[in-house]
């Protein structure tokens, strides 16, 4: 192999002795990466509705008769509240109104003593939910608003959300997807005020799975996920004309993969931790190939004469796109959507 390479032969025009880290590196891919992705206010709502239960009524009560907005009658409980509405066997049926000490209120339907139907709550800090109830809990479909302009409007089931919904945030960003027990689970499309957006799998409230991401300065990555990092099978582009398809881990090329400059030179093989390291082969800008080694970043040596490019060498070509494909590493063969036949 001999001493560490100039590089300064036909092929290399000087691009193989450059750790990609340094023309391409990933740190400003996770920095970008881990801000924008964190989503506001870990989770939503923040405040949920009140269960609806009260004690039972004093014996204080008044017929409001044609005084009132309805035929009911006004009963004052225990620890204050009051209800406006009808009873039956002791239990508040129908519709009414609850107003309680600490400012909050419900408005909508009553069934045995809870509230179910139709109905809205408005609590004393602001925050309203209307919508669909069951048993005294939000359950159905609704809409919680915030006092401080932030909503969720979906599907509940007993206070929590769950199924389908939409919500948004004061500083213009945006969830729209699926929920189960209050987390982002399963396919949604998040966009953060600046203009970065991501469409594709969540789970416990995180990007996990497969989906793409798009930077606001046109960078944009399609592949797999693991605990909001790039992690797995993925490809990434630049809007310079630069492309990896590979291997990552923690956001980092790592594992076996192809990275293309925006001049058209080309390094296919072996990434250790954003960095090419192990075997690989470098194409130049004339179309030549030759086998290498390389550790930490810089070429140690070549280990074959210039030649033409063979279709296992797995180059990305010009202007191709994603394809299904098979790739052998030294783990074995795994799946890979970089193909040379694209």
């Known amino acids: 192999m001999g001493s560490r390479s100039s590089c300064t032969c036909a092929c290399s025009e000087g691009a193989a002795n450059n750790a990609v880290e340094s023309y391409c590196s990933e740190k400003n891919v996770a920095i970008a ?82 509230a179910s139907g139709q109905g809205t709550l408005a609590c004393a800090s602001g925050d309203v939910y209307e919508g669909q109830w069951a048993d005294g809990q939000a359950h159905g479909f609704g809409r919680f608003t915030q006092a401080n302009g932030s909503y969720y409007e979906g599907q509940w089931a007993f206070d929590q959300q769950e199924g389908f919904g939409i919500e948004t945030w004061p500083d213009g960003s945006r969830f729209e997807g699926c929920y189960k027990g209050n987390l982002k689970e399963g396919p949604g499309t998040f966009t953060w005020a600046k ?34 990092a790039l992690n797995g099978m993925g490809e990434m582009t630049w809007p310079d004309g630069r492309c990896y398809r590979g291997h990552y881990r923690q956001d980092q ?16 093989g072996q990434w250790l931790q954003g960095k090419q390291h192990g075997f690989g082969r470098f194409k130049g800008r004339d179309g030549k ?48 959507a970089a193909t040379h036949n694209l």
Not at 70 to 95: C, N, P, Y
Not at 199 to 212: A, D, I, K, P, Q
Request: charged letters at 25%; proline letters at 5%; one cysteine or more.
């Open 253 to 268: 090329k790592h594992g076996e993969g192809c990275f293309r400059w925006a001049n058209g030179s080309q390094y296919s």
């Open 33 to 114: 990466h881990s801000g924008l992705c964190t989503l506001p206010g870990n989770g939503f709502p923040m405040a949920r509705p009140k269960r609806l239960q009260e004690p039972r009524r004093k014996h204080c009560s008044l017929d409001l008769g044609a005084t009132g907005h309805f035929d009911a009658q006004m009963v004052i409980l225990e620890g204050g509240s009051r209800f406006f509405g009808h009873w039956m066997d002791g239990m508040k049926t129908g519709f009414g109104i609850l107003e309680r000490p600490d400012g909050s209120r419900y408005e909508g339907d009553f069934q045995n003593d809870k």
């Open 289 to 336: 190939v030759r086998r290498g080694q390389w550790e930490d970043g810089v070429l140690i040596g070549w280990l074959e004469a210039p030649r033409d490019e063979e279709p296992t060498d797995r180059f990305i070509p010009k202007g191709g796109k994603l394809a299904s494909s098979t790739l052998e590493t030294s783990e074995g063969t795994v799946s890979n």
């Open 195 to 228: 203009g970065a957006s991501y469409t594709g799998e969540f789970s416990n409230n995180v990007l996990h799975g497969s989906g793409e991401y798009r930077w606001p300065d046109g960078r944009h990555y399609s592949g797999q996920w693991l605990n909001n």
